[in-house]
């Protein structure tokens, strides 16, 4: 993805989900700190009201870093992953009687993960 655009390129043998194209929206508005744009940086979250609902649901879980050349921000990668469970009120973590997002499992903001790459 771009810095300032959406989705760039993708493998052809995948088809065009309307996640990859929110990641771009994550990337610009979610992630605007520019303390989170160094070299090495990662950025995490699973928070769907933190990304403009690039994840749907707790269980899923992005993760950003950005792609720099001569020292300049050129575009982000991301990979995207639903994970079985991550400690809702019920085993998967989707619990048909939630009342509350909580109730899913853990909710991380975007975080940085890696900072300078360390």
């Not at 760039?8 to 990337?27: C, F, G, H, W, Y």
């Not at 792609?67 to 575009?75: N, T, Y």
């Amino acid at each position: 993805m771009g810095p300032r655009d959406g989705l760039q390129n993708q493998p052809k043998n995948l088809s065009v989900d309307e996640r990859l194209s929110l990641i771009s929206t994550v990337a610009a508005a979610g992630v605007k700190n520019a303390e989170l744009r160094e070299k090495g940086d990662m950025i995490f979250t699973n928070d769907p009201y933190m990304c403009n609902a690039a994840v749907s649901h707790l269980p899923d879980w992005l993760v950003l870093k950005h792609v720099f050349k001569d020292g300049r921000h050129i575009a982000w990668t991301a990979m995207f992953g639903h994970m079985l469970d991550n400690g809702g009120m019920v085993p998967g973590s989707i619990p048909i009687e939630a009342t509350n997002i909580y109730q899913e499992g853990i909710r991380i903001p975007p975080t940085k993960s890696y900072k300078k790459g360390e």
